[in-house]
């Protein structure tokens, strides 16, 4: 059964998040989603949900346990995939985050 993750990062981590992610085999540009901690619109962090085998959080896990200053700047939660759009509302609101609402001219 496949699970559900949600990764959050800091503006200031998406970059090395996002190489991390891309050294076990996924794209170079993975958190598509911005968000802010206040409301001057302002993006604060980013974030991704996915399904993955649940073999990938091990994965994930074994590669970023030596970067502790990543992994301290991470929120990941990882659950059942039984409400993909709930669990990422979930977690962002759990941190005090909202999407950013990007206009498109």
Do not use: C, Y
């Not at 598509?32 to 993006?43: K, Q």
Request: proline share 4%; hydrophobic share 45%; aromatic share 4%.
């Amino acid at each position: 059964m496949r699970k559900s993750l949600v990764i959050i990062a800091p503006v200031s981590k998406m970059q090395s998040a996002n190489k991390l992610l891309a050294g076990i085999g996924w794209e170079e540009d993975n958190f598509t989603v911005p968000l802010t901690a206040d409301e001057s619109s302002s993006i604060s962090h980013f974030g991704l949900r996915a399904s993955i085998r649940p073999a990938f959080s091990e994965v994930l896990a074994e590669h970023l346990a030596p970067l502790t200053a990543l992994a301290q700047s991470l929120v990941i939660d990882l659950r059942e995939e039984t409400d993909r759009h709930g669990h990422f509302a979930d977690v962002i609101d759990a941190e005090g985050l909202r999407v950013i609402r990007l206009e498109v001219a």
